[in-house]
């Protein structure tokens, strides 16, 4: 908002804090997983307000009728009689509330249990928000994350303790979230994500501090070689040593670090010229990690990499949080975190989007150099009998936009609009039209299905953003994601057993490969 309208209003700041979403989330799992401790929470939150209403009633009857009286009070049968009766309805009524007292607390101290679930859940969330700043286009609702969450607790494992219960729930929330973000984020985003998730539950646990973390994003950054101390190695880049500087000032750890490469240069140096130094221990410095806890020694391993070998850092950010699996909190749990699984390379088909499709959540695909999906949503449609008219964004295509929905949602075809950037006025009116077809009276096909094409824009509706499914179509990086797209996207199952021959699958390898 301007200043000029700041000050003819008043503001009120809605937004939801980590603190306040946790609560939330605590008695929506609650509600999921123990209905009646959730029940049995709201009758005595029920009966203590009446209890306190009721005394404070009997309190004011008594004030009345003391202030109503003019002669000697002694002599007032029936006010004594009240005062009888006032007093014994007090003790029955504090008896009461002590009794819910202790009751609420047995019933807090069994919710406790489930809360480690709520800050799983408020974590992820605002590492989810953290995202928008990246880009404009990764917006996600509140709405969207408690779907995430609620299937987290339908698709997660059932069982008996509710510590192992709980595990499960965490385990495939992270997973499931996890997923659904990564889809919709461009490659070189991902890594960021993952370790934004990574570090936020580390830290939430207080397994890394801020200081800790700030070292790891910014380095020695705000530092200045030409007023720093002189660099006494020939073999370490400017920027390597400002880093290793304010490593060694600002975590005690490390504080003798400057003086211990120069009594081990001859350790250090083949360590710095390692083609994978992440995978090799820190010369000198490994025994003084050992002492702390297995997260904290592979995070001063990756802080090393960081500091002294930049161009390593993405990778030693994958082998953290491959290694990162559980994460020890009060009472002796382990609580899981990350893992291999998350590291390894995944590829998200037009089929498996498909399915987690409804007719009123469109598809936003966020273009990129090289890829379209026109193709594979057309096959998807054919695959399907489903009948598709796609329209390209520009001058002038909004009315045929517009009709193509209409039509489509009355007969139960698909839509494709590509290059939205290019009609962010239609866009903006399409949220509104989508929402009005979540009323029940619109009666809109539930085969009807929205597919979006568009480039990053800054002025692209968010309310849209956050209603849609977002997806990136990249090609691949890396020879391991190359082969398993073209397994999954490419040759499919159907292709591979065209022909029941060894040296058809040997051809389709080949070429899978060499492409």
Known sequence: FPPEEQSKCTIVDFTVTQKGLEEQLLGRVIQKEQRSLEESLKNVLEEVNGN???????????????????????????????????????????????????????????????????????????????????????????????????????????????????????????????????????????????????????????????????????????????????????????????HILHLSSSNIIFKTMVDDIQANEAGFLPWYNENEPEKFPVPVLESRFLSEDEVSVNFYRMLVVRCLREDRTLLAGNDFIRKTETVDVAGGNKLPVMGAKYTEPVTDTVDSVYKEMEATTPVIYLLSAGADPTDSIETLARRKRKIIECVSMGEGQDVVALRAIQSATANGSWVLLQNCHLGLEFIGSLEEMLLKLRLPESNCSPDFRLFITTEPHPKFSIGLLQMSTKVTNEPPKGLRAGLQRSYTVIVDQDRLERIESATWRTLLFALCFTH
């Open 52 to 242: 306190t209403k009721a005394l404070l009633r009997l309190d004011q009857m008594l004030l009345e009728r003391l202030s109503e009286n003019t002669g000697n009070l002694l002599d007032d049968e029936e006010l004594i009689t009240v005062l009888a009766d006032t007093k014994s309805k007090s003790t029955d009524v504090k008896e009461k509330l002590i009794a819910a007292a202790e009751m609420r607390k047995n019933i807090n101290e069994k919710r406790e249990q489930y809360r480690p679930v709520a800050t799983r859940g408020s974590v992820l969330y605002f590492a989810i928000v953290d995202m928008s700043l990246v880009n404009c286009m990764y917006q996600t609702s509140l709405d969207q994350f408690q779907f995430l969450f609620d299937r987290s607790m339908e698709q997660s494992e059932k069982a008996n303790l509710a510590s192992k219960r709980v595990n499960n729930i965490i385990d495939a929330m992270t997973y499931i979230t996890y997923r659904y973000i990564n889809r919709g984020l461009y490659e070189h985003d991902k890594v960021s994500f993952k370790t934004i998730v990574t570090f936020k539950i580390l830290s939430t646990a207080s397994k890394l501090t801020m200081s800790n973390i700030n070292m790891f994003l910014r380095g020695g950054s705000a530092l200045d070689i030409t007023q720093a101390k002189a660099k006494p190695f020939a073999w370490m880049s400017n920027e390597s040593w400002l």
